[in-house]
């Protein structure tokens, strides 16, 4: 066991490693691990059981899913609006349809038409993140659209799993068994989602001071296994349960330390179950359907591309926002394998239809960046081949539904959500304790929500402003090695350079509002900017091109290092206090000691010692600043 996992481990480093240098997602690399250390490519397999990197595939299968449910959150799903919802939708339907279809047309029936057309219908949430965050796209307008997207597209392929779960075992479709599954799919996760918000928050603010970092962790990953072993019990997947349980701490004041704490142990299982995906590939399978493998290929990019736009341009969104996002779907990833190793386990999908589909999204993972960048070659292409009637109706359209949405009545879903409920527990309202019970729930529900306004960059109502108008709202942090610390705005000339304005600085906790420019910046601080993606994007890159150098980050010359010298008569130190030597401010370092003839030791000596020859000064400074000083 210890020899397999050694093997895995290793391979994945080193390959992972390999494609960071190729500029490649590291996905690919654990991948590829898998094909080497796998039996179908060297002739023979590195593992000896590979029922060992199945199990802790399977390991890695929770914590991805649990980890994805630290970052979704349910309220962000209803906060993300129409738009993600809209586009979704109309994607999921959209894919799902043409990937049974496409299976149709190559000859494949029943279950492989339905879990083909599963595996198609969602993007690759890590892959998304991954190219727009290297691209510098973070803080454009149609990353969050992506993002919102990606959030409904999540839950709708965890509810997805437990769907084809039931269909595939009884080998049949039925309209009244998908409704008892649905209902008892919402009750669960209603259930459980309400005892979890109530309970959990709760206990880890009594127990707050005792959870460190070591027991939170344990605490964390045991209730995640547990939710796992009740979802069994209930007749769910166990990824339904570590999703499940990954939401619910979404919402407690400490998710964003739980994500951390996981983070390395979902890094370590997730890459194992890569490589396991990767040992199921068969290079000759791919030859053999390499028709297949095209066809889908094009099928998802085309699809994603057309149904991803089309779905945001429904939304409301501009035409630019739409094909932005459209042309960043490109792909499939992690739950398309996940969901084709639940039809290979319930053997109820062909064995080759597992290497296609991963085949397709390593094709499409690896285009999905050069594939971005023709989103505004298409935009000018579309702006210049259409007529002035069809522009005008389609910015009359996205000019009434964004009307619609800044028109609608604003106020928090806090208030209605808390109305549900009461209406629920309406008869038993009076029953001792359920008060408390909704008091209790309603409190940790806005817990976290509560702690990130009082941190917020910018007013609600200052941001919506912002936004309608057509202007982008992003923070940044000034590195510590920034050129931009200690400088006044008025000497960066940020807003003329890049069109972005900073409209608030955020330092220790203290805001800055509509910042002067005598104001400085200082490592550390939150930039609030406003601007448009464009503005945006150019202040991110005078920001990159600020910071210091890091070639010499280990050169002697430029760390603090401790030295002595000794003071000769010539000296023009000698005669002198520390104090008026100007070893502080010209030589830049401190005296930590000073050592007489007499073999009398001064630690930290008085300043106004006076410096005598053949003294010997020990000081703590940048070695090459010191030793031009004492030259």
């Known amino acids: 066991m210890i020899e397999d996992l050694c093997i895995i481990m290793l391979t994945a480093g080193i390959t992972s490693l390999l494609f960071k240098l190729l500029k490649q997602p590291v996905v690919l690399g654990y991948i590829v691990a898998g094909m080497l250390v796998g039996p179908h490519v060297l002739g023979e397999?590195?593992?000896?059981?590979?029922?060992?990197?199945?199990t802790w595939g399977e390991i890695g299968v929770l914590f991805l899913l649990f980890s994805l449910g630290l970052e979704f959150s349910f309220k962000k799903l209803l906060k993300v609006g129409s738009t993600a919802v809209i586009g979704a939708g109309v994607i999921v339907v959209g894919m799902m349809i043409a990937g049974m279809l496409t299976a149709h047309l190559l000859g494949w029936g029943g279950m492989n038409a339905?879990?083909?057309?599963?595996?198609?219908?969602?993007?690759?949430?890590?892959?998304?993140?991954?190219?727009?965050?290297?691209?510098?796209?973070?803080?454009?307008?149609?990353?969050?659209?992506?993002?919102?997207?990606?959030?409904?597209?999540?839950?709708?392929?965890?509810?997805?799993?437990?769907?084809l779960t039931s269909i595939a075992v009884k080998n049949e479709f039925e309209g009244k068994e998908l409704l008892w599954q649905v209902g008892k799919l919402v009750?669960?996760?209603?259930?459980?989602?309400?005892?979890?918000?109530?309970?959990?928050?709760?206990?880890?603010?009594?127990f707050k001071k005792h959870l460190n970092d070591e027991t939170l962790t344990i605490f964390s990953i045991g209730m995640c296994l547990g939710m796992v072993l009740l979802a069994v019990q209930s007749g769910f997947s166990s990824a339904l349960g570590a999703f499940v349980m990954g939401s619910v701490l979404a919402e407690t004041i400490?998710?964003?330390?739980?994500?951390?704490?996981?983070?390395?142990?979902?890094?370590?299982?997730?890459?194992?179950?890569?490589?396991?995906?990767?040992?199921?590939?068969?290079?000759?399978?791919?030859?053999?359907?390499?028709?297949?493998?095209?066809?889908?290929?094009?099928?998802?990019?085309?699809?994603?591309?057309?149904?991803?736009?089309?779905?945001?341009?429904?939304?409301?969104?501009?035409?630019?926002?739409?094909?932005?996002?459209?042309?960043?779907?490109?792909?499939?990833?992690?739950?398309?394998?996940?969901?084709a190793s639940l039809g290979q386990s319930l053997n109820v999908t062909d064995k080759s239809l597992y290497p296609i589909v991963v085949a397709v999204s390593v094709i499409t993972t690896f285009l999905t960046p050069y594939i971005m960048k023709l989103a505004y070659p298409t935009l000018a292409f579309?702006?210049?081949?259409?007529?002035?009637?069809?522009?005008?109706?389609?910015?009359?359209?996205?000019?009434?539904?964004?009307?619609?949405?800044?028109?609608?009545?604003?106020?928090?879903?806090?208030?209605?959500?808390?109305?549900?409920?009461?209406?629920?527990?309406?008869?038993?309202?009076?029953?001792?304790?359920?008060?408390?019970?909704?008091?209790?729930?309603?409190?940790?529900?806005?817990?976290?929500?509560?702690?990130?306004?009082?941190?917020?960059?910018?007013?609600?109502?200052?941001?919506?402003?912002?936004?309608?108008?057509?202007?982008?709202?992003?923070?940044?942090?000034?590195?510590?090695?920034?050129?931009?610390?200690?400088?006044?705005?008025?000497?960066?000339?940020?807003?003329?350079?890049?069109?972005?304005?900073i409209v608030r600085i955020i330092r220790g906790g203290i805001n800055i509002?509509?910042?002067?420019?005598?104001?400085?910046?200082?490592?550390?601080?939150?930039?609030?900017?406003?601007?448009?993606?464009?503005?945006?994007?150019?202040?991110?890159?005078?920001?990159?091109?600020?910071?210091?150098?890091?070639?010499?980050?280990?050169?002697?010359?430029?760390?603090i290092v401790l030295d002595n010298f000794t003071i000769t008569?010539?000296?023009?130190?000698?005669?002198?206090?520390?104090?008026?030597?100007?070893?502080?401010?010209?030589?830049?370092?401190?005296?930590?000691?000073?050592?007489?003839?007499?073999e009398d030791f001064y630690t930290n000596p008085d300043p106004n010692i006076i410096i005598c020859e053949d003294d010997i000064i020990i000081v703590a400074g940048e070695k090459q600043k010191m030793q031009e000083f004492f030259a």
């Open 382 to 501: 579309l702006e210049s081949h259409m007529s002035e009637g069809t522009k005008k109706m389609l910015e009359s359209y996205t000019e009434k539904r964004q009307a619609s949405k800044s028109g609608s009545k604003k106020a928090s879903w806090a208030t209605p959500t808390v109305r549900i409920f009461k209406l629920i527990f309406l008869h038993i309202a009076m029953a001792p304790g359920i008060n408390q019970f909704l008091r209790l729930f309603n409190e940790n529900l806005y817990a976290r929500e509560r702690l990130a306004e009082s941190k917020r960059g910018l007013e609600r109502e200052v941001e919506n402003t912002l936004i309608s108008l057509e202007m982008n709202i992003a923070e940044v942090e000034v590195p510590a090695n920034s050129a931009f610390a200690g400088k006044a705005l008025k000497d960066l000339n940020i807003r003329n350079i890049t069109g972005a304005s």
């Open 45 to 54: 397999s590195w593992i000896n059981n590979e029922e060992n990197a199945e």
């Open 187 to 206: 009750m669960y996760i209603a259930l459980w989602f309400i005892l979890g918000i109530t309970l959990i928050p709760t206990f880890l603010k009594k």
């Open 254 to 339: 400490d998710a964003e330390r739980i994500e951390h704490l996981v983070q390395p142990m979902k890094n370590i299982f997730g890459a194992i179950f890569f490589v396991s995906v990767g040992m199921m590939i068969d290079p000759a399978l791919l030859v053999q359907y390499w028709l297949p493998i095209t066809i889908i290929t094009l099928v998802v990019i085309c699809g994603q591309i057309f149904f991803g736009s089309f779905g945001t341009l429904l939304s409301g969104q501009p035409l630019r926002v739409a094909l932005q996002t459209g042309f960043s779907l490109v792909q499939i990833g992690e739950f398309a394998f996940i969901i």
């Open 513 to 559: 509002n509509i910042p002067g420019g005598n104001h400085r910046l200082y490592p550390g601080d939150r930039i609030i900017l406003a601007g448009s993606d464009t503005d945006v994007a150019a202040f991110q890159k005078m920001l990159e091109t600020s910071l210091a150098s890091t070639d010499n980050i280990n050169d002697v010359n430029t760390n």
């Open 569 to 598: 008569k010539d000296s023009p130190l000698c005669g002198k206090s520390i104090l008026k030597s100007g070893i502080r401010e010209k030589g830049n370092c401190i005296v930590m000691g000073l050592v007489r003839p007499s």
């Open 114 to 163: 339905l879990f083909l057309g599963g595996m198609l219908c969602m993007s690759s949430t890590t892959i998304v993140f991954k190219a727009i965050e290297e691209a510098g796209l973070r803080s454009h307008r149609f990353a969050g659209v992506c993002f919102g997207i990606l959030i409904v597209e999540d839950l709708f392929a965890v509810v997805l799993m437990v769907l």
